[in-house]
């Protein structure tokens, strides 16, 4: 089974610009989830989407959006983008369901995408 | 505030030895953790994961602890190898798809 596929893998943007990154999960998982790395700062949390809903939201500003489609392939927009935007943004697809109870399906991420902003 | 912590942001241990990764949380709400490894210029690779009604799982080499008294996980890896040098995060959430991780604790094994 494929795992989860971003692209592209490196970007490099300019101050002001806009960007999107894709993602496709795993077949058959429909949650897919987005994250942002920074040094120091581990993983961070950005929104999860499920059955094209976003069903969880992070504490980042509204110059990030994403979306799902309804095969399950996520995007995720940056507008007006600021220097303290370059980071590693990693997706994450899980064959969870409905209200996550105990245990469950962990999650799967791809190798991520590398923005630079100058 | 920082929910999860990994107050240890690296560590060294031989090859055959044990080698133990900490992670501290603050939410008595968080129901599932998750271990993930990383290595660079990768995404994540999960391990293993524990639900709060236990208080040990394993899986080959890795074993998981959770005290929930202490609000308090740690995995052991037995026994270290080079190829487990990597970042480890550890991943909480509360009945949800939205999990924090802490900051990760960069593992060297020494040959």
């Known amino acids: 089974k494929a795992g989860v596929t971003q692209t592209p893998r490196y970007l490099i943007k300019t101050r002001g610009q806009q960007v999107t990154l894709s993602c496709s999960p795993i077949?058959?998982?429909?949650?897919v989830s987005w994250y942002q790395q920074t040094p120091g700062q581990g993983l961070q949390f950005l929104f999860e989407y499920f059955s094209e809903t976003q069903r969880n939201k992070g504490n980042f500003p509204g110059r990030f959006s994403g979306r799902q489609f309804s095969n399950s392939r996520s995007e995720m927009n940056v507008s007006t983008l600021e220097l303290g935007d370059s980071a590693l943004y990693l997706c994450?697809?899980?064959?969870?369901?409905?209200?996550?109870?105990?245990?469950?399906?962990?999650?799967?991420f791809g190798n991520g995408t590398r923005l630079t902003v100058t | 505030d920082q929910q999860v912590k990994q107050n240890s942001p690296s560590l060294s241990v031989q090859e055959g030895r044990i080698s133990i990764l900490n992670c501290d949380y603050t939410n008595s709400m968080f129901d599932y953790f998750l271990w993930y490894k990383k290595y660079p210029a990768e995404g994540p690779t999960f391990l293993i994961s524990i639900s709060s009604i236990k208080d040990k799982n394993e899986d080959g080499r890795f074993t998981v602890f959770l005290n929930k008294s202490a609000k308090h996980l740690s995995l052991h890896i037995v026994p270290s190898q080079p190829g487990d040098s990597a970042v480890y995060f550890c991943?909480?959430?509360?009945?949800?798809?939205?999990?924090?991780f802490g900051t990760g604790t960069r593992l060297k094994v020494l040959a």
């Open positions: 991943a909480a959430s509360e009945r949800t798809y939205k999990y924090i």
């Open positions: 077949s058959g998982h429909r949650s």
């Open positions: 994450a697809s899980s064959a969870g369901t409905g209200v996550r109870l105990g245990t469950n399906s962990p999650l799967h």
